[in-house]
């Protein structure tokens, strides 16, 4: 779980996270939250969710993009959100898979809103692991949630 989501970071651009302990908590004044998540489905079932708040969404747009700000709207800072996610679910699902536990992986969706976030805190027969990163003064939040699946 940690090394898909720095690994993605790092390769793809070029920013290094350094997980953090204790809760995920957003920074005023840096905009609404962008949550990219990819479900999972087989004999493992679950999501994977991404959560950013706007300013650090636009950066690593920008990033992955090699554009400035002004050069890009909200639709391509959630089409590389939800690329991202895809990505490091993808990692996540791999891994899975190695160990036994087929499944398959949705297409990315992006959620955004100024106070939205995401907690899977109940899953029957199941886990949730939450991982918090920071990149300068910016945090991310990686969730994971696993079930049993059909």
Same mark, same amino acid.
């Given at each position: ?5 720095? +690994? !993605? ?39 994977v969710y991404i959560h950013f708040q706007d300013e650090f969404a636009t950066v690593v747009a ?23 996610? +895809?990505?490091?679910?993808? +990692? ?26 995401? +907690?899977?805190?109940? !899953?029957?027969?199941? !886990? ?15 969730? !994971? ?6």
């Open positions: 779980m940690v090394g898909s989501i720095t +690994n !993605v970071f790092e390769t793809m651009l070029s920013i290094d996270l350094t997980q953090v302990a204790g809760p995920y908590e957003p920074v005023d004044g840096q905009g609404e939250m962008v949550i990219g998540s990819v479900g999972f489905a087989g004999t493992t079932k679950g999501a920008g990033t992955m993009l090699g554009m400035e700000p002004d050069e890009f709207g909200v639709e391509e800072v959630d089409d590389v959100i939800g690329e991202l996610s +895809n990505m490091v679910g993808g +990692n996540i699902k791999s891994s899975l898979c190695d160990s036994g536990m087929t499944c398959s992986l949705s297409v990315p969706s992006v959620t955004r809103g100024p106070e939205v976030v995401i +907690n899977p805190r109940e !899953v029957i027969d199941g !886990v949730v692991k939450e991982c918090v990163f920071k990149s300068g003064q910016h945090s991310v939040r990686l969730v !994971v949630a696993l079930m049993p699946g059909e």
